[in-house]
């Protein structure tokens, strides 16, 4: 079966602007979950939403905003911008995220490629 | 709070050897554990997971990892390293509904021919 897609693949925004980042889980999962990757600071959990409520936050300002939708896509939201913000955004899905034996191992996309300029 | 500690930053072998790649956590009860390969501008491939049971986990491409709750670790092994394994090696850890992973700062392995 398809995997987790994630679009675009790469993208170029100014500081100031806002940008939208997609992500397709595999059919069938139902929990989505979003993380920044950067150079300094490595892998960052930011959120995830399980059948569109947000169920986890990590510790990020509220610039970054997602949400899930019906058929469990999901989308984050990057307002204001700003240079530190440039990261490889990472989205991974799961069928339930419950932590059960058969489920808990997360299934990555390529990731988005933000760059702040 | 959980944690997860790669204190390998850089490691280096020759093809053909042996590679063992160190993971320590920290969290409050039993962890569920895992190892993922991430190639350059790619995103995370899952190599295995341990969630209970048999403390020796057998994974793809050849991987495998050994869980001892006594020294909080996890380390990930392969007994012949190939060329195509250079990459950046991450450990994680979640657990508990939490929904969350909290990853090391991951180990890059080079491997000389």
């Known amino acids: 079966k398809a995997g987790v897609t994630q679009t675009p693949r790469y993208l170029i925004k100014t500081r100031g602007q806002q940008v939208t980042l997609s992500c397709s889980p595999i059919?069938?999962?139902?929990?989505v979950s979003w993380y920044q990757q950067t150079p300094g600071q490595g892998l960052q959990f930011l959120f995830e939403?399980?059948?569109?409520?947000?169920?986890n936050k990590g510790n990020f300002p509220g610039r970054f905003s997602g949400r899930q939708f019906s058929n469990s896509r999901s989308e984050m939201n990057v307002s204001t911008l700003e240079l530190g913000d440039s990261a490889l955004y990472l989205c991974?899905?799961?069928?339930?995220?419950?932590?059960?034996?058969?489920?808990?191992?997360?299934?990555f996309g390529s990731g988005t490629r933000l760059t702040v300029v | 709070a959980q944690s997860v500690t790669q204190p390998d930053i850089h490691i280096t072998v020759s093809e053909g050897a042996s590679l063992e790649l160190r993971c320590n956590y920290s969290?409050?009860?039993?962890?569920?554990l895992f190892w993922y390969v991430q190639s350059p501008g790619q995103g995370l491939q899952l190599l295995l997971k341990?969630?209970?049971?048999?403390?020796l986990v057998q994974g793809i491409k050849g991987f495998e990892a050994e869980f001892k709750r006594s020294q909080s670790s996890f380390n990930l092994r392969k007994p012949s390293v190939h060329w195509s394994d250079a990459a950046e090696y991450f450990c994680?850890?979640?657990?508990?509904?939490?929904?969350?992973?909290?990853f090391g700062t991951g180990t890059q392995l080079k491997v000389e021919l």
């Open positions: 991974a899905s799961s069928f339930s995220g419950t932590g059960g034996a058969g489920d808990y191992g997360y299934t």
């Open positions: 939403y399980f059948s569109e409520t947000q169920r």
């Open positions: 059919s069938g999962h139902r929990s």
């Open positions: 341990y969630f209970s049971g048999d403390t």
């Open positions: 969290y409050g009860a039993t962890p569920y």
């Open positions: 994680a850890v979640g657990g508990g509904g939490g929904n969350k992973l909290t």
